[in-house]
T-cell receptor, first 114, second 114 residues
Framework: EPEVTQTPSHQVTQMGQEVILRCVPISNHLYFYWYRQILGQKVEFLVSFYNNEISEKSEIFDDQFSVERPDGSNFTLKIRSTKLEDSAMYFC????????????FGQGTRLTVV | AQSVTQLGSHVSVSEGALVLLRCNYSSSVPPYLFWYVQYPNQGLQLLLKYTSAATLVKGINGFEAEFKKSETSFHLTKPSAHMSDAAEYFCAVTTSGNTGKLIFGQGTTLQVKP
């Protein structure tokens, strides 16, 4: 069964450092997303990406965040200068076409900023 | 704007008992509704979805949910709980008119007692 793959599963970084979280979406999907879940809180939308550009972003997704699909298979989330409050589980998701299709989620990357 | 409210952050049932997890949504346009399950240290797995077809939706692992427009609800039920059902459950909403981003509820932790 096709799946969304995320690497690494856990990343520890020092405050102020840049991190890149990587995702390989399902191959024939066209819509890509990043969500985050701060420990004990709900899953929050960060950004959606379609046709090689951001289609929507939340207020959380400020100038410190960027996304890229560098090679047609990977989908990355970069945090330019990490803050303590960026510590969370980050989920990548992808979806096929059609408004009623569900999103498939990866296993997540747990980011810990120290 | 859409929103989701899950009543009860923590639900505890005995093995074999009925499971009822509550979800109410708010949407100005016809919604698509989803239930996802998250087992410890894992990603989000789709349980079931409502996409304007049958109002009673059956999902995996014996779960089902009924869309009630008059009550703006999409409660998740299972007739008989198993120990393996212990997890966190998220209700989410999206609509066909947007980018497909999901708005999640706060989540409900299901505990199953032997």
């Amino acid at each position: 069964e096709p799946e969304v793959t995320q690497t690494p599963s856990h990343q520890v970084t020092q405050m102020g450092q840049e991190v890149i979280l990587r995702c390989v979406p399902i191959s024939n999907h066209l819509y890509f997303y990043w969500y985050r879940q701060i420990l004990g809180q709900k899953v929050e939308f960060l950004v959606s990406f379609y046709n090689n550009e951001i289609s929507e972003k939340s207020e959380i997704f400020d100038d410190q965040f960027s996304v890229e699909r560098p090679d047609g298979s990977n989908f990355t989330l970069k945090i330019r200068s990490t803050k303590l409050e960026d510590s969370a589980m980050y989920f990548c998701a992808s979806r096929g076409t059609g408004g009623n299709t569900e999103a498939f989620f990866g296993q997540g990357t747990r980011l810990t900023v120290v | 704007a859409q929103s989701v409210t899950q009543l009860g952050s923590h639900v505890s049932v005995s093995e074999g008992a009925l499971v009822l997890l509550r979800c109410n949504y708010s949407s100005s346009v016809p919604p698509y509704l989803f239930w996802y399950v998250q087992y410890p240290n894992q990603g989000l797995q789709l349980l079931l979805k409502y996409t304007s077809a049958a109002t009673l939706v059956k999902g995996i692992n014996g779960f089902e949910a009924e869309f009630k427009k008059s009550e703006t609800s999409f409660h998740l039920t299972k007739p008989s709980a198993h120990m393996s059902d212990a997890a966190e459950y998220f209700c989410a909403v999206t609509t066909s008119g947007n980018t497909g981003k999901l708005i999640f509820g706060q989540g409900t932790t299901l505990q199953v007692k032997p």
